[in-house]
């Protein structure tokens, strides 16, 4: 082989090289199909070249070079044999992987289609179950479809149930109406309040229109009982209507409520005349008093009327006796006995119908001034924490607040030394006993103003202070 020679042969190895990483590149980029095409025409024009002289004369001849022995033409066509042979293989070996690729995304498209016709037909479990299977061997886009198809079986599945509980609602509505026609009304009661809770339940229609079944049969056993004259059974069968949970027509329970409301005040009222014909005006009063406190009475014209009349006649003899009371106090007080004055004075108070209430408790500021036991008892002042000062803010507060202050008010009154280790011992108890007694001393009047007129200038910590001494609390 002469050097033109081997030039040549090197030239068609490199040109063999260049064409085996061309088809390299045609295999791995663009089509497995083509690579294996020019492949296979590579390797058989190589196997021509090396094995038909005419062909490899021809080719020297267009070269202008010397017809090449068989020993050159296999030196040169063989690399290019090997290296179409390894793009073959490649590019055959790529078809397969590909074939294989494209069965497993046909297999998994077949099973995300069953996974969607298992959510149409509502099967979710079905669905969720198909999805777990080929979640491993999904790409990216199939990973998407999968959390689409789980999101809406999630979705379904909640519609799912609270199908199945608006059903449930519906069902346990039903069986109520059935207690309804059997006049097992506390049964059927008991249904619509399930039928209300059943869980996941949205649908409501049903329970309410058993709900109102209840309400109307309550309220005819009700009217049943008012023509029997039956107030109290009456009033229960008309309390448990307006009870029934989700009711929407009571118009009818309310109007049966101020009917049973007016026959009671107007048994009341007879009774009070009664009292009346008797003399008995305390009794009478009190029977009114009752009568007013009715909720839901709209008749209450004749005994608002007949409360006054009766007030002012028991007004004299009321005051008559807060006289006889304030004259005990004072001889009491001459006689030093400030404690028994004070108490006596606080039973003044107390009396009902008296329009004397100013003078007695002018009467207890002037022994409370006479009194310094009581005097030294009062906390008002720079370092006092007393919440509530005034006797009209008392009637308004809170308990918790009046808690607050009576207690407040004991323990100073302890860290002064004045306050009895009985009552050191046991503040909170005692406290709410103190509450109570204040409560009565400004029990609110039924007139506003007049309320204003007695009150107004009462302060709590005096008030304290002398039912403190007159429950013999103080040192």
């Not at 290296?83 to 074939?99: E, P």
């Not at 999904?138 to 789980?150: F, M, P, S, W």
């Not at 109307?216 to 307006?242: G, P, Q, W, Y």
Request: glycine share 2%; proline share 3%.
């Amino acid at each position: 082989m002469n050097m033109d020679q081997r030039k040549i042969g090197w030239k068609m190895i490199a040109i063999a090289l260049a064409a085996a990483i061309l088809m390299t590149f045609l295999f791995a980029i663009f089509n497995p199909w083509l690579a294996l095409l020019s492949g296979t025409t590579l390797v058989a024009g190589s196997v021509a070249f090396a094995t038909w002289p005419l062909v490899s004369e021809q080719f020297a001849r267009l070269r202008a070079l010397p017809y090449p022995t068989l020993q050159h033409r296999l030196f040169i066509a063989v690399p290019i044999v090997l290296f179409g042979i390894v793009v073959v293989t490649l590019a055959q070996s790529q078809i397969r992987a590909n074939r294989q690729a494209a069965k497993v995304r046909a297999e998994l498209a077949s099973e995300i289609d069953k996974a969607e016709i298992a959510l149409q037909r509502e099967l979710v479990d079905e669905a969720l179950r198909i999805c777990a299977g080929i979640e491993s061997k999904a790409n990216a886009d199939e990973k998407a479809q999968l959390a689409n198809i789980r999101d809406r079986a999630k979705d379904i599945s909640v519609a799912i149930r609270k199908k199945a509980a608006n059903a449930k609602a519906v069902e346990l509505a039903a069986v109520g109406r059935h207690f309804v026609v059997r006049k097992e009304l506390d049964k059927a009661q008991s249904n619509l309040e399930a039928a209300l809770n059943v869980p996941m339940a949205t649908q409501f229609e049903e329970a309410t229109k058993l709900a109102n079944l209840i309400v109307a049969e309550r309220i005819k056993m009700a009217n049943e009982s008012l023509v029997a004259e039956d107030l109290v059974t009456a009033k229960k069968h008309v309390d448990k209507a307006m009870r029934v949970p989700s009711a929407t027509e009571l118009a009818q329970a309310r109007r049966v409520i101020a009917k049973i409301s007016n026959r009671e005040v107007a048994k009341l009222l007879a009774e009070a005349r009664e009292s009346l014909k008797m003399t008995n005006r305390e009794d009478a009063y009190a029977k009114l008093e009752k009568a007013l406190s009715i909720p839901g009475a709209t008749e209450t014209g004749e005994a608002k009327q007949m409360l006054v009349t009766i007030s002012e006649e028991l007004k004299p003899k009321a005051n008559a006796r807060v006289s006889e009371l304030m004259d005990v106090a004072e001889r009491l007080a001459a006689d030093g006995k400030f404690d028994e004055a004070i108490r006596t004075l606080i039973g003044a108070l107390s009396v009902p119908h008296s329009s004397e209430r100013e003078k007695v408790e002018l009467k207890i500021q002037l022994i409370h001034a006479q009194r310094p036991t009581v005097a030294s008892l009062s906390t008002q002042d720079e370092d006092s924490v007393t919440h509530i000062e005034s006797a009209l803010d008392w009637q308004d507060a809170s308990r918790t607040e009046k808690i607050a202050t009576a207690t407040s008010f004991l323990v100073e009154v302890n860290q002064r030394g004045k306050l009895s280790s009985r009552i050191a011992n046991d503040i909170d108890s005692y406290a709410k006993e103190l509450v109570k007694q204040i409560d009565l001393a400004f029990k609110r009047e039924r007139n506003p103003k007049r309320n204003r007129e007695l009150f107004s200038h009462q302060k709590v910590d005096e008030t304290a202070a002398i039912l403190i001494v007159s429950m013999g609390w103080n040192k």
